[in-house]
């Protein structure tokens, strides 16, 4: 592989300003400033310090569970295979993040940033978060590094994940819902922001995704790398090849721009990040980038769901996760440059590939991946049979159970 | 260059009142603007709805959300801005409000709105310093004031970059955290002020957490201007396109307390 100069590597951004082209930057209230400034510059020392890496690294491996397998998915691959012309049919491969401590990816970033608060002398974390997910990974750590903790979720989120909501109460953390607007994801991050300005002396911002305010969107991207990393490795070493395409769902895009950016610039590697559809992209859904356009919110540039006026609309998906009217600026960058390619699936789809995967492969997955599984089921036949699809299995469905079974009008 | 707000602040320690624009409704918010002005408000804030008010506390938030549920557009805040204007051609005005809806159709859009209904300056929240570019260029070009907010945060190494390219005046927020809840020591606030009055070429505001005669009477002994928004906003929300009257009649207490500085 000819190695790409830097000059035209997709994987030098942000620049010094924090943008990823017109993306990205630092759009928050003059109090968060100066904190966002030093965040900035302790990453930065973090970064140039071994002993920073070595801790990250030893937690992913031996709280965490890392590396997490790679696995060829025989089962699907057949099944899939079967709608496809004679040697079509790709090969379906999984990066099993979902076998993770706490179930999902959410927790490789939570270990960086935890790590970083405590560099920083903060003494107090605090969260927002959708599914859940996000404040379960966050209040474990909090629990492990003996730090209070407090979420913010919407107070639909609370009552729509309430398996979740205990599993934060039971690792010693407050969960505080949040009734303003929809009271879902951007309500609940609202409101962390209105905490932060308000106790910026101790507290420590974790954010669940690979957005909000620079340093934010970087330093995630560069926590979550750690998926790409691995898989990239394990990948040539299982088959002596890099995957040909990768595939991940998007709701901030925390877990696609961890497989992803270890790979951009493998030029033979396409990339596919699949936005939540919801009831269809004529209708209600949570697709920024197919039914967006730029806008500022949560302290980026970026697509947002928004009116004419720059009213921001909410989004829906059956995913709690995916349920978010914006998308990290990296992502937004590489639409523009056209280096990713993005579609989106429905609520349906996702539930199909749901039941799809639990069936063919005995793993249930969470329904954020779901959606990454449904991009799979209608790619996977298009292409040549000796192809590499590898899509980011980010989340086991334990936390969907319940939503599933009353979509799927099963009473439990 | 005089201006409607340098020759309002020349004249002493002047009180700042912010209202939402389009709260309870658009046709009620002009009644309660001259109600400001009748009542002794020097400087009209007009705060332009947005659906995620981040710095914002509960009493402005619901604001929020009462404006653009009687369907608020950023058409109708212009139109309340230029009807405003008319009637009242001394009378500064700013709008206030977050980076999204001021930046939608482009920065030299809304800074020609602005400049085109009368509007003296802009406050967006969420725009710092650092991101100049995305407002600060298009508002200067349209002779807006682009007025930024420093903060008990921004220390002596950031206050230059908040003063360049800030005109109008400097608003500072006296607490670090959203608007209307706590209240800051009174020393607090002399210092910051003494702090920042020894930099600023242009006048210092204080504002956050005002909510009494006594505070803006204290605040009024130091600063050039204090703001009191959300116990303004609170009346709006107790009584609805009826809040002209007790807006005017709280306005009359402050005003009488910060010009009794003068
Ligand atoms: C399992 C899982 N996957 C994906 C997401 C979406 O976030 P991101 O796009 O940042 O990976 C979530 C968010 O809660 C999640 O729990």
Redesign the interface.
């Known amino acids: 592989m000819t190695a790409i100069p830097t000059a035209n590597s997709y994987r030098n951004q942000p620049d010094e300003r924090g943008h990823f082209g017109q993306f990205g930057g630092r759009y928050v209230a003059e109090t968060l400033m100066p904190l966002i400034l030093e965040l900035e510059r302790e990453y930065g020392k973090a970064k140039a310090d071994p002993s920073f890496k070595a801790e990250f690294d030893d937690l992913l491996e031996h709280y965490v569970g890392r590396p997490s397998p790679l696995y060829f998915a025989p089962r699907l691959t057949e099944e899939l295979a079967k709608s496809a012309q004679p040697g079509m049919g790709a090969q379906v491969w999984f990066k099993r993040d979902e076998l993770n401590h706490t179930g999902a990816h959410k927790i490789n970033n939570c270990i960086g940033q935890i790590l970083l608060a405590i560099r920083m002398g903060k003494t107090r974390i605090i969260a927002e978060t959708g599914a859940g997910q996000h404040g379960v990974a966050t209040a474990t750590v909090c629990a492990r590094f003996g730090l209070p903790c407090t979420v913010f979720m919407g107070a639909t989120d609370v009552a729509r994940q309430a398996p979740n909501v205990f599993r934060m109460k039971l690792l010693g953390a407050e969960v505080r819902p949040v009734t303003a607007g929809a009271a879902t994801l951007k309500d609940a991050m609202n409101e962390a922001l209105r905490d932060w300005v308000a106790n910026v002396h101790d507290t420590f911002y974790i954010i669940g995704t690979a957005a909000g305010p620079h340093p934010y969107p970087e330093l995630v991207r560069d926590f979550q790398s750690v998926i790409g990393k691995e898989a990239r490795a394990q990948m040539l070493s299982r088959t002596g090849r890099l995957p040909d395409l990768l595939v991940a769902a998007i709701g901030g895009g925390s877990n696609a721009i961890g497989l992803f950016h270890p790979f951009l610039d493998d030029p033979s590697v396409k990339m596919l990040g699949v936005e939540a559809a919801g009831h269809g992209l004529d209708k209600e859904h949570a697709a920024s980038l197919a039914g967006g356009r730029p806008g500022i919110l949560h302290g980026n540039k970026t697509y947002l769901l928004q009116d004419d006026d720059g009213q921001i609309v909410e989004g829906h998906s059956i995913s709690a996760g995916l349920d978010y009217p914006g998308i990290g600026p990296e992502h937004a960058w590489l639409k523009e440059t056209g280096r990713v390619d993005y579609t989106s699936v429905t609520d349906t789809e996702a539930l199909d590939a749901f039941q799809l995967l639990c069936r063919t492969e005995g793993i249930i997955p969470a329904l954020e991946p779901a959606h990454a599984i449904a991009a799979v089921k209608k790619v996977a036949p298009t292409l040549p049979k000796d192809t590499i699809v590898l899509a980011n299995l980010c989340g086991r469905g334990d936390k969907d159970i319940f939503s599933v079974a009353e979509h799927l009008g099963v009473t439990l | 260059m005089t201006t409607r707000l340098s020759s309002t602040f020349a004249n002493g320690p002047a009180l700042v009142t912010f209202i939402t624009g389009g709260d309870p409704t658009p046709d009620a918010t002009g009644a309660i603007l001259d109600a400001l002005v009748e009542g002794g408000a020097d400087v009209i804030e007009l705060g332009m709805p ?8 509960p009493a402005i ?1 619901a604001a929020n ?1 009462r404006s ?1 549920g009687a369907g608020t ?2 058409a109708d805040i212009f139109r309340i801005a230029a009807a405003f204007r008319a009637r009242h051609p001394e009378v500064p005005l700013v709008l206030m409000g ?7 159709r482009g920065p030299e859009w809304f800074a020609g709105e602005c400049a085109k209904a009368g509007v003296d300056g802009v406050i967006c ?4 310093p ?2 100049d570019p ?1 407002l600060g260029p298009a508002l200067r070009a349209a002779g807006v004031s682009l007025i ?8 002596a190494a ?1 206050l230059p970059a ?1 003063l360049e390219g800030s005109s109008g005046f400097l608003y500072y ?1 006296s ?4 608007t209307g ?2 209240q800051a020591a009174q020393t607090s606030i002399d210092e910051a002020v003494a702090r920042l009055k020894d930099k600023a070429t242009i006048p210092v505001a204080v504002g956050f957490g005002v909510r009494t005669p006594e505070q803006a009477a204290a605040i009024a002994k130091v600063a050039d201007g204090v703001v009191v928004g959300s116990a303004l906003v609170d009346l709006v929300g107790k009584h609805g396109a009826a809040a002209a009257g007790p807006v005017g009649e709280l306005t009359r207490a402050l005003a009488q307390a910060v010009h009794s500085a003068r």
Do not use: K, S
């Open positions: 947005f659906t995620d008010p981040m710095a914002d506390g938030q959300l653009l557009t950023t977050y980076a999204n809806p001021m930046i939608t929240v969420d725009i710092p650092e991101e995305e930024r907010l420093a903060t008990p945060t921004t220390d950031r908040v927020v607490v670090a955290g959203i809840l706590q």
